[in-house]
């Protein structure tokens, strides 16, 4: 190589030395000038905020041992209350490792150690603390239950959460056969592509649990649709119209899918809706297939059969829209269906809390199938 060559490399090695050194330096200068941070005590998972004079006496008390177990407990809501999470599992898991403590307390601190860590979203701790409240079969085991079922719907473990109904049939018979229910629905849910079989053994399954639940009849109806089991299907849905509560706005989504993707079931669906288009919202399901299924005459004929409200004007003015071309037309169809869209949302009857979809699960206060369209919940009708 040539000489000049070598000093070239030479000088740019020098060169980039020189950069390394000035960048280590002021990289040393920047973290001599940070200031160290606050240090926590060993074990601290949070820093402790909210502390007040009377908190840090009765803490005094309490690491004294001059506290009693259930002014111990208050003392650690008071924490949780004030948002206070890491002084809650302090207390609390001093308490669970106090030696000579009665059984029962024992196992109250450790579920509200657990309460703790679920709610700093430490799941996976929270949930040995439980399964090991479960696996003792206390006093706080249904509890226990019902944040176990919690973590898992977070984690959308469903194989978890139905072995544990499974392996606790008791506990299933009370107010949690609805979680038992719906945790076999979002399991079948997962397997109605790749296990389509499996699949209908859970749903047949959680309708066992609970007969008047409309879910499981409605994956069925999905099930036998996807399978071509018509017969099948029809059954279904003809036990389906003839339950007081069923949910037709439920319903819809299916019988337009079962029509639009085969034409050949047509036919047997619409005779099936004949029998039961007593009710008005059938007649308006029915008037709508009719319609797609290109029969608008006999579609129509049946909408202006059913007393004039907000959703057979809806109806009639789209069809209308769609039959003459009127441009006018469709735009008023447009505007009335967005001034009819508010009472088209879902609205939970436990907290209130409103939605443009239907959800099994409501978001907000975490209960199951309490979501219906708010026009149902004003009107005590339920129209589509």
Not at 95 to 105: A, D, E, I, T
Not at 266 to 291: A, D, I, M, S
Not at 293 to 311: A, H, Y
Request: one cysteine or more; hydrophobic letters at 35%; a negative charge.
């Amino acid at each position: 190589m040539p000489l000049f060559q070598w000093t070239q490399v030479l000088l740019l090695c020098a060169l980039c030395l020189v950069i390394g050194y000035v960048a280590a330096s002021s990289r040393a200068r920047w973290r001599r000038n940070l200031k160290p941070p606050e240090q926590q005590p060993a074990g601290r998972l949070f820093p402790r905020s909210h502390e007040t004079p009377a908190t840090r006496v009765l803490e005094e008390q309490f690491h004294a041992g001059k506290l009693g177990f259930d002014e111990s407990l208050e003392l650690a809501d008071t924490y949780r209350r004030q948002g206070d999470i890491q002084g809650a599992i302090d207390i609390h898991q001093s308490l669970y490792g106090r030696p000579g403590l009665h059984w029962r307390n024992m196992q109250r601190a450790q579920f509200e150690l657990a309460r703790d860590f679920f709610q700093a979203g430490i799941l996976g701790r929270a949930e040995d603390l439980l399964r090991s409240l479960v696996a003792q079969n206390g006093e706080q085991t249904e509890e226990a239950v019902r944040l176990l079922l919690k973590i898992y719907q977070q984690e959308q473990d469903w194989e978890e959460a139905v072995e544990l109904f499974e392996s606790h049939r008791s506990l299933a018979q009370g107010d949690l056969r609805w979680e038992h229910v719906h945790m076999l629905c979002e399991q079948a849910e997962t397997m109605l592509l790749r296990q389509p079989d499996r699949a209908r053994v859970m749903a047949r399954q959680a309708l066992q649990v609970l007969e008047d639940s409309q879910r499981p009849v409605l994956l069925l109806m999905r099930l036998a649709m996807q399978q071509q089991r018509w017969r099948e299907f029809n059954r279904l849905v003809q036990s389906y119209l003839t339950q007081p509560e069923s949910r037709i706005d439920l319903f819809r989504p299916i019988a337009r899918n079962a029509v639009l993707q085969y034409p050949e079931q047509q036919r047997t669906l619409l005779n099936t809706l004949q029998k039961y288009n007593h009710q008005p919202e059938v007649r308006l399901l029915q008037g709508e297939l009719l319609f797609e299924s290109g029969l608008s005459d006999q579609g129509i004929q049946l909408v202006e059969s059913v007393p004039l409200n907000e959703d057979t004007l809806a109806w009639r003015l789209d069809h209308l829209a769609h039959c003459s071309g009127d441009e006018d037309l469709k735009r008023l169809s447009e505007e009335l269906k967005a001034s009819f869209a508010q009472q088209n949302r879902y609205q939970c009857s436990h907290c209130g809390f409103e939605s443009a979809a239907h959800y099994w699960h409501c978001p907000q206060c975490e209960r199951w199938e309490t979501l219906q369209p708010m026009r149902y919940q004003k009107s005590g009708k339920l129209l589509i």
